[in-house]
């Protein structure tokens, strides 16, 4: 018990008495019995359930008669309802009706034990309980309100192991949890959706206990069944908001052509535009071409599951970012005359600092505010702090380190995209596009572009010592670049950047090479760009940097944080609840990890990723940016390769190497992204391999798990159906088979996630440093804008940038989703650890988990103080801090959430 507490002491959870009967509930390998306390001091006899597959019950054998006569025992249960989440006195007010005006609605609540009675071969239930609301009136404000219910059960009932709730009232409740007699914990957190919506009842589980799919009481077997079953779609009907089911789709609903002909888009799923399924809205696409995609009305939301909806909390910070989002791209706008136009890079500078209402000074020269009354100048600072950007990290210790060539450089291994850089393996690089369609396959990359830059090796040398690395975007857009480039606004290259490292394991750009489709099949259309050897030549790779890192803000967003985290974990996630019961110890292991992702991922299809949305707007590809995700999707994603170590051996970053701590050594040991993410992905490992051994002795016992299989089954061939009849799907037939694949599901969900996403404020949010698109090429000597470069440089290269209004819209969106919201739940925390309260080796596995995230946290902050590691610690480097695990709420460019919650 010393352990247990100290144990709990370590984690946010729920506590239970420490009684004898709260112990007599663990998880045990054999039949155990204990005491019921009643207020008649009556004795009801709870069974411990058996691990599989010992029921020792022979239905064969005749029921002897029961010895004693059964007693009818009251049994207490305390329900606790989450009034912030009715939202308001709107929604609260039904029950506010019924409370003062009792009518026949009430909820009815019923116990299930996890044993059957002989006599009738069905579960032991307990008399049908009331919740009635006139019994106690609910309280506008308060968080909760808690009711006591009684329960009738015989007293052989046994152990409750399941409950049952149907709600005959107007509307929906916000269940969080039924405590049976103070020990028994049933942690619902669900939505009990009302009668008049032909809702079902919802069934759940004891909080005690976890069995694989052989090992259920045989009490609740076929309420498990039930359970899964009423979670399944078959792919028909329309769905209604207070649905729970959970089915699959293709995306058909991003595109918009009976608004407008320009927002027509192509359905993605498919072998023209494969692409992971999404969660089934039920709604077939208004469109009559089946081909393209078509929204529904924008006044009825995207359907996800019911349980799948943000949190009071959670919901409310996001709208309040949207509010102060809107604020923010609008009221600057108001302050120029020209919101196309920069006329000097104050004009951005102007966007971070302090301002008047309207930039007005007075007539001394001095803001007007130090002129005016108190009161005002107050009034006026509040809404200054409201529509404001703050700094973005990138600048904040050296604003004009956008310049430089080894801030460029640090972004491949410290900023915002970290999964690009590769090491090359051969020189000139060679493209894998058809010659016929996209011309030569050579770069025009040569040797005497880089071998004045390589501290005195040739470039074979070079490249045997690892010393030579890559961003190649080439493959990426050049099969998109003619569309692009016929866009309005819109001007791209299809870049690949050499890097040279140097002995202080930093990178310096030493080749950019612009590709552009050649007008001659024949003939490359590409341009080199060297280090600058004058002012003009400056300034040229000033502007070949911006498009460089236009490539990359495009592929990071479309292709490592859209395509690889959100929308490829979307069909593991739809799967696990369709075929993993809540009882399913993997479920419950990979429960935090699913948190609001599915909900993510449908606001992200209404204003991020659909025809005419803020990616298409704000990045170069536009209209082609979920073509080009399909394309990665379909050429380049692997599953076997997601894991942090295999795809840094993919990538030639890294090594095999046993006498390593990871099994992997890498090639550049200043690898912030790296070094730091092999640590959380170590921790993730020793964690699921621990889990994993506990439930999963031997392969067999992988192999038999009927839920498990069609997990994983259903993931790949509906889930990932354009991929499936891919040969590198792992198999799942062993215990390590397993622990590999959770292992990546939940680095996906939580660590890579964090690293791709929680920095786009921060890295991004100066857009000279990251412009996420180009307006105008790079002037040659004949052409008819080189003059105006040549006489302005400065102009010419503001003028590439997006407009105003373009940046104004960009910077309030990333600074959105790069927050974190008050409700986050951060790596190495879990709020359901009751659960396993009967298993002390999968609580101390956990405690581990908690001790070694809390060191990890420290050895990143002392790295990250260490002045020889020059990729994260120096004169105006801001320090690598977007894997320590922990965060408070806002843009704080750190802190590892469970899940994609945003």
Not at 227 to 252: A, C, F, H, M, T
Not at 358 to 373: I, Q, V
Not at 538 to 565: E, F, I, M, P, Y
């Amino acid at each position: 018990m010393a352990m247990t507490k100290k144990i709990f002491g370590a984690f946010s959870m729920e506590v239970f008495n420490p009684n004898p009967f709260s112990r007599a509930l663990h998880l045990s390998r054999c039949v155990q019995q204990t005491k019921f306390p009643t207020t008649r001091k009556k004795i009801l006899q709870l069974r411990k359930g058996v691990r599989a597959p010992a029921v020792a019950l022979n239905v064969n054998e005749p029921v002897k008669a029961v010895a004693e006569k059964l007693v009818a025992l009251n049994v207490t249960a305390l329900v606790t309802l989450r009034n912030g989440e009715m939202g308001n006195a709107e929604q609260i007010m039904p029950l506010l009706f019924d409370a003062f005006k009792p009518t026949q609605r009430f909820t009815v609540l019923q116990l299930v034990s996890t044993e059957i009675d002989p006599r009738t071969m069905e579960p032991k239930m307990s008399k049908e309980a009331t919740l009635d609301w006139s019994k106690k009136k609910p309280t506008i404000g308060a968080e909760r309100n808690t009711y006591k219910v009684e329960f009738i059960v015989d007293s052989d009932f046994g152990v409750p192991g399941a409950i049952t709730v149907s709600n005959k009232y107007r509307r929906e409740f916000f269940l969080e949890s039924i405590t049976i007699e103070g020990v028994v914990q049933f942690v619902c957190n669900s939505w009990i959706q009302a009668e008049m919506v032909n809702a079902k009842k919802r069934i759940f589980f004891s909080n005690k206990q976890a069995y694989l799919p052989c090992e259920t009481p045989i009490g609740l077997k076929e309420l498990r069944d039930e359970e899964l079953r009423e979670l399944r779609g078959d792919g028909k009907g329309q769905r209604i908001p207070s649905d729970r089911i959970y089915d699959y789709d293709v995306y058909n609903d991003l595109g918009d052509p009976e608004n407008e002909i320009e927002y027509e888009r192509p359905t993605l799923g498919g072998e023209k535009n494969p692409h992971p399924r999404r969660c089934r809205t039920g709604r077939p696409p208004s469109n009559k071409d089946m081909n393209m995609e078509s929204r529904s009305p924008s006044f009825m939301p995207i359907y996800v599951p019911r349980d799948e909806a943000l949190e009071k909390g959670k919901s409310d910070a996001f709208n309040l970012g949207k509010l102060k989002g809107i604020v923010r791209n609008i009221i600057p706008s108001l302050t120029v005359t020209d919101s196309n136009v920069f006329k000097g890079f104050s004009d951005l500078d102007s966007l971070y600092n302090e301002r008047t209402l309207l930039g007005m000074k007075s007539p001394d020269g001095m803001h007007m505010k130090h002129s005016l009354p108190k009161m005002i100048h107050k009034l006026q600072e509040s809404v200054e702090e409201i529509f404001k950007f703050d700094p973005p990290k990138i600048i904040s210790r050296d604003t004009s380190c956008w310049l430089r060539d080894d801030q460029f450089s640090r972004q491949a291994l410290a900023g915002i995209n970290p999964l690009s850089i590769e090491r090359i393996k051969e020189f000139p690089p060679v493209s894998k596009l058809d010659r016929p369609i996209y011309g030569p396959q050579e770069s025009a990359l040569k040797e005497e572009h880089i071998k004045g830059h390589l501290d005195g090796m040739s470039v074979q040398q070079a490249i045997e010592e690892n010393k030579l690395f890559i961003l190649d975007y080439h493959d990426m857009y050049l099969p998109f670049l003619n569309q692009i480039n016929s866009l309005e606004d819109r001007k791209a290259y299809a870049t690949r950047t050499i890097f040279f490292l140097t002995p202080m394991d930093t990178l310096k750009p030493i080749a950019i090479e612009l590709s552009l489709p050649p007008v001659d099949p024949n003939s490359p259309s590409s341009q080199v760009l060297t280090p600058p050897t004058d002012a003009t030549t400056n300034w040229l790779c000033q502007l070949g940097k911006a498009h460089v890192c236009s490539n990359d803000s495009g592929v990071h967003q479309l292709v490592h944080h859209w395509l690889r985290t959100h929308a490829c974990m979307e069909p593991f996630i739809i799967a696990a609840h369709r075929q993993l019961s809540a009882m399913h110890p993997i479920y419950k292991f990979l429960d935090p990890h699913m948190r609001y992702t599915l909900k993510i991922n449908a606001l992200a299809r209404e204003t991020l990723i659909n025809a005419g949305g803020i990616i298409e707007t704000d990045f170069t590809p536009g209209k082609f940016c979920m073509q080009i995700s399909c394309a990665a999707y379909r050429d380049w994603w692997r599953f076997d390769l997601e894991g942090l170590p295999a795809d840094l051996i993919r990538r030639g970053v890294a090594i095999p190497d046993p006498t390593q701590a990871h099994g992997i050594r890498l090639l550049i040991e200043d690898y912030p992204y790296a070094a730091d993410g092999l640590l959380i992905w170590s921790a993730i490992q020793k964690l699921a391999q621990s889990y994993v051994n506990y439930y999963y002795q031997d392969a067999s016992a992988v192999c038999s798990d009927t839920e498990l299989q069609a997990w994983y089954d259903e993931s790949v061939n509906v889930g990932h159906a354009d991929l499936r009849h891919a040969s590198w799907w792992p198999k799942l037939s062993s215990p390590d088979d397993l622990i590999s694949m959770l292992t990546t599901i939940i680095w996906l969900a939580s660590a890579q996630h964090a690293a791709l996403n929680f920095g786009q404020y921060p890295y991004g949010g100066h857009v000279p440093t990251r412009p996420p698109l180009m307006r105008q090429l790079i002037p040659k000597a004949n052409d008819p804008g080189y003059m105006s470069f040549f006489k302005d440089p400065q102009g010419y290269f503001l003028s590439s940038l997006p407009s105003w209004s373009q940046i104004t819209k960009y910077m309030a969106v990333i600074d959105i989703i790069s927050s974190h919201s008050p409700d986050e739940e951060y790596l190495g925390v879990r709020k359901d650890l009751s659960t396993w309260s009967g298993d002390p080796k999968i609580l101390e596995a956990f405690y581990d988990f908690s001790m070694e995230i809390k060191s990890i946290e420290n050895e990143i902050e002392k790295r990250n103080s260490d002045i020889s590691l020059r990729n994260r610690c120096g004169v105006g480097i801001s320090p690598y801090e977007l894997l320590i695990p922990s965060s408070g709420p806002g843009v704080t460019c750190r802190g590892v959430p469970n899940s994609i919650t945003v």
